[in-house]
């Protein structure tokens, strides 16, 4: 037996037109420890812009209903040539109900319940799950939940990963998102420093009024120094970087090693002894990352994602993780959304436009009603 | 008592006036397990020109009797704020004759003896130095010995360093270097597989005859195939770069996760789950490093350093290389030298330009005859 739904569906070809499409479709029966849920909410993060519209011309791209057809630029397209004549599924993560289970009882125990699940093809009616990773949400709504897994488990992940690295101050870039926000609530949970960067002063003041003790604009004339001495006060030699290109993490590299320099008493040709590491775990900014030699050897830059940093921090970690993020599900861990579009209207010239910009406290709900 | 002689020193002050000289000074007695070296040579290595030269305007410098004056641009300047108004002596290693030693016996065993060492001064008549980094010379000459310690341990610390890393397989960008010569001869001698990065025929043609399996030539065309070919034939997914301005790094993180997509099975929005990593370790371009946004999120970019290397090493691994330079200081760690100068005629424009050009097989050896 199988059941018919919509789903979208994102396809990039060998000559670089972009083909993402609203398209019936059947899910089959779930079997083992599987379930059928029946999608209800799925938010649209940064991470899904990859495969949705990647750095594709969504400006002049052809739009028609539930479809949108644009170009792929070098060197993005031939960055994917993994993918070229895929039908590839879109959407990490998302909430919904689960309305058949495979044999197994983990699975069976599910019927009936409201999950938040990570399927992978989450913008769609319907979705095949694995139990394990189904989060019960009890009295939560499929909106209160879509969100349960992506921002919560990275904002945790940093937090779990400055731990093992024996850091007890982070520095965030872009800190005003969603991500940030949770960000800020843990590190001031966990007695954990974080200095905040930001662009605009209507993000220190969010930020501010969130109970931020560091934040620091990029915009302002003495961005630099705001940073020296945030990372003074902190000790915040570690850092995540969302933007990626561009010179983020050179100005953090740059800050830590000066605040480092003016605390040595003799001066090394290498610089201070500092060790200096920042990640880089997204790409808001596709352009290159820029890194200037002005900050010695001491620093290491690495890239961090989500699924890996998982399978290193073990099942119990994991599920530590996730409790956490159910018992807050509506404080520290709430999201919240501009705006909730259904399948055909989320690939509107308009919609598509507005949350490829990813400005921030303006993300969209995808609210799958077939 | 105090030994007399000339040494170089290096004064950068807040102006921006960098000046290098040939002094009078005055050594004093080594104590405890110090020993006094008469220096007999000194090579100029691209990791002393960082306070020799620098970034500064060589080019249209004053030039006088044994001195030199230059403009150090920014950022260079702001970036070494901690030495402003320090007169720095100059030479990070060398080879001289032990003439007078601290009461420890380890010191009064190398009174007469030929040695090598790391003073850090090494640009000058007589150096005090540590016996316990000493390394005796026997019957080598001053000139053989000179080079024993700075470009054989990094050579030799790469291939630790891979090794700790669980690595088989190095990436060594200038890999025609006096350094990159020694690293293809170990990697022979240890049965590691070595990517040879150059950008010369001609080095091609010198790496190959040295036995090198794998050279490929930035010049060519065809650059890119012939590092994925590379990269494929050794899974090499790790490296060293000298050169940190520009897009080697980045040349190399590309090869290596088309390489890594190419065996996938799947298409993953995230790519290879292929680590990949690079080490910087110097400054060939002073240009800003480029990293672009072509190779996801599994790689790692870190500075690398001998001094923090070998203390991480610890001394049971540092005293094992010693013994093999030393065994090998004819052979694989046999150092070559374009020009013998004696301390004035070093700070000479002709000889300043020359040297800080860095240019593959011209090193020079500082004769430090007062």
Redesign the interface.
């Known amino acids: 037996m199988t059941t018919t739904g919509q789903q979208i569906f994102s396809t990039l070809t060998e000559d670089g037109k972009l083909t993402v499409e609203v398209a019936e479709t059947t899910f089959r029966d779930p079997t083992g420890a599987q379930v059928l849920v029946q999608m209800e909410a799925a938010p649209i993060n940064p991470s899904d812009l990859?495969?949705l519209t990647g750095a594709s011309d969504l400006e002049n791209a052809e739009y028609s209903d539930g479809k949108f057809v644009a170009d792929m630029p070098e060197?993005?397209l031939s960055?994917q040539?993994?993918?070229f004549g895929?039908r590839?599924p879109v959407g990490n993560e998302g909430a919904g109900t689960v309305i058949a289970a495979g044999e197994h009882e983990m699975a069976q125990a599910l019927i009936g319940q409201r999950v938040a699940c990570v399927p992978g093809n989450a913008y769609s009616t319907h979705c095949i799950a694995e139990a394990a990773m189904c989060l019960p949400l009890g009295d939560h709504s499929s909106e209160q939940g879509a969100s349960a897994f992506v921002n919560p488990m990275t904002a945790l992940g940093f937090v779990e990963t400055a731990k093992m690295e024996g850091q007890s101050a982070i520095i965030h870039a872009a800190a005003a998102s969603n991500l940030g926000q949770m960000l800020l609530k843990i590190c001031n949970e966990d007695g954990i420093d974080l200095v905040n960067i930001v662009r605009k002063q209507e993000q220190v003041d969010l930020l501010t009024g969130l109970g931020a003790k560091h934040v620091v604009n990029s915009s302002d004339d003495d961005f630099m120094d705001q940073l020296r001495g945030a990372i003074d006060a902190t000790d915040a030699y570690f850092g995540f970087d969302p933007i990626?290109?561009g010179k983020t993490v050179?100005s953090c590299f740059k800050a830590m090693e000066q605040v480092a320099?003016?605390k040595?008493t003799e001066?090394?040709?290498?610089g201070s002894?500092q060790p200096k590491k920042m990640y880089?775990?997204g790409?808001l900014d596709?352009?290159?990352?820029?890194?200037?030699?002005?900050?010695?050897?001491?620093?290491?830059?690495?890239?961090?994602?989500l699924?890996?940093f998982l399978a290193k921090a073990g099942m119990e970690t994991v599920m530590r993780m996730r409790q956490r993020v159910l018992a807050n599900l509506t404080t520290t861990f709430a999201s919240s959304y501009k705006r909730k579009v259904g399948l055909k209207e989320m690939l509107t010239k308009e919609a598509v436009l507005d949350y490829r910009a990813m400005h921030t406290g303006e993300k969209y709900l995808v609210v799958p009603k077939g």
Chains 1, 2 share one sequence.
Do not use: E, V
């Open positions: 990859a495969l060197p993005f960055g040539k993994g993918r895929q590839l990626g290109g050179d320099a003016s040595m001066f090394s040709r290498y002894d880089i775990y790409r596709f352009g290159p990352t820029i890194l200037t030699p002005s900050y010695g050897f001491g620093w290491t830059l690495s890239g961090w994602l699924t890996p």
